[in-house]
């Protein structure tokens, strides 16, 4: 079973940048087609896929946010970071990560979100 | 506005039938699979069906996928109450700027 838990702040000013880290244990598998991704969802909305990268480092970004993500991840931790730049309070949402199954092509596996919220 | 388009609501007595769909376009759900999603209150989404009618080991056969061209269903059988909750359909969307996933926008199901 793999387990993942988001971490960062609770609480970020306007135009300041946002940095995520996504733990996973439970013996994740190494293959290159695997890997995490990153969802959030506002207050009240669906959900938004931002940002997804392979074991093999190999990275996929929702388009219109590309020039403000940033994606990587340290295998000897088995971390995944996700850094978003220049904050707007409609940034404001509950961030997910999830394992990527490329076997199956699906976000199998999520953790329980970290709210955050932009504002001054 | 999701790429893929859900029914906002859905709504059911126990025990009985209710679908749910979602559509898209030739360049996600008419070349990749659909994925279906299931999001209690305060909590994280959980996968119900995945490679469009592929249940996860541990969901009840009650529910169930399918696809055909562009649109995808959910479909659950003996509605239960613990079903109420949010459903959301995913799927790989080839775009001009490269591959990433898309969602649709939910729909709450209600068990009268």
């Known amino acids: 079973q793999i387990t993942l838990k988001e971490s960062g702040p609770t609480l970020v000013k306007p135009t300041q940048t946002l940095t995520l880290t996504c733990t996973v244990s439970?013996?994740?598998?190494?293959?290159?087609?695997?890997?995490v991704g990153w969802i959030r969802q506002p207050p009240g909305k669906g959900l938004e896929w931002l940002a997804l990268i392979y074991w093999d480092d190999d990275k996929r970004y929702r388009p219109s946010l590309k020039g403000r993500l940033t994606i990587t991840r340290d295998t000897s931790k088995n971390q995944v970071v996700l850094r978003m730049t220049n904050l707007d309070p409609v940034d404001t949402a509950t961030y997910f990560c999830a394992h990527y199954s490329g076997y199956d092509y699906v976000l199998d596996y999520w953790g329980q979100g970290l709210k955050v919220t932009v504002s001054s | 506005q999701s790429v893929l388009t859900q029914p906002p609501s859905a709504s059911g007595t126990p025990g009985q039938r209710v679908t749910i769909s979602c559509s898209g376009s030739?360049?996600?759900?008419?070349?990749?699979?659909v994925d279906w999603y299931q999001q209690l209150p305060g909590m994280a989404p959980k996968l119900l069906i995945y490679s469009d009618n592929q249940r996860p080991s541990g969901v009840p056969d009650r529910f169930s996928g399918s696809k055909s061209g562009t649109s995808a269903s959910l479909a659950i059988s003996g509605l239960q109450s613990e079903d109420e909750a949010n459903y959301f359909c995913?799927?790989?969307?080839?775009?001009?700027?490269?591959?990433?996933?898309?969602f649709g926008g939910g729909t709450k199901l209600t068990v009268l």
């Open positions: 995913a799927s790989w969307d080839d775009t001009l700027n490269g591959p990433c996933v898309v």
């Open positions: 439970g013996s994740p598998t190494r293959n290159g087609g695997d890997g």
């Open positions: 030739s360049s996600n759900i008419g070349s990749n699979t």
